[in-house]
């Protein structure tokens, strides 16, 4: 059964930073991708960045590429999402979610299985 783990969500000031962690396991795909999206109160899911295996990187949301980076690492089947100059509008549940194969080109294309969330609270 594939579980996917999000952790490193919590309280932080505007202007901090946070670092979301993932955990993925069973799975057995040599390729696969993971991605990060959020839904903010109110607000529909949203794509912010996703890392696969072989392409790399790839920026869903160019308005937050500035701020939030994506990291993974193969060995642990993990990935990570480093978020810096926090603003009260990145308040959201932090979603991170894998699919075998590449990143989708399109964050609203969907990903396989997803994590439960993390929630992020950016206050003033």
């Known amino acids: 059964e594939v579980q996917l783990v999000e952790s490193g969500g919590g309280l932080v000031q505007a202007g901090g930073s946070l670092r979301l962690s993932c955990a993925a396991s069973?799975?057995?795909?040599?390729?696969?991708?993971i991605g990060w999206y959020r839904q903010a109160p109110g607000k529909a899911r949203e794509g912010v960045s996703c890392?696969?295996?072989?392409?790399?990187?790839?920026y869903w949301s160019d308005s937050l590429k500035g701020r939030f980076a994506i990291s993974g690492d193969n060995a642990k089947h993990a990935a990570y999402l480093q978020m810096n100059d926090l603003k009260p509008e990145d308040t959201a549940v932090y979603y991170c979610?894998?699919?075998?194969?590449?990143?989708?080109?399109?964050?609203?294309?969907?990903?396989?299985?997803w994590g439960e969330g993390a929630l992020v609270t950016v206050s003033e």
């Open positions: 069973g799975f057995t795909w040599d390729d696969y991708a």
């Open positions: 890392i696969s295996v072989k392409n790399g990187v790839t």
């Open positions: 979610a894998i699919s075998s194969g590449l990143c989708p080109q399109r964050y609203y294309y969907g990903m396989k299985y």
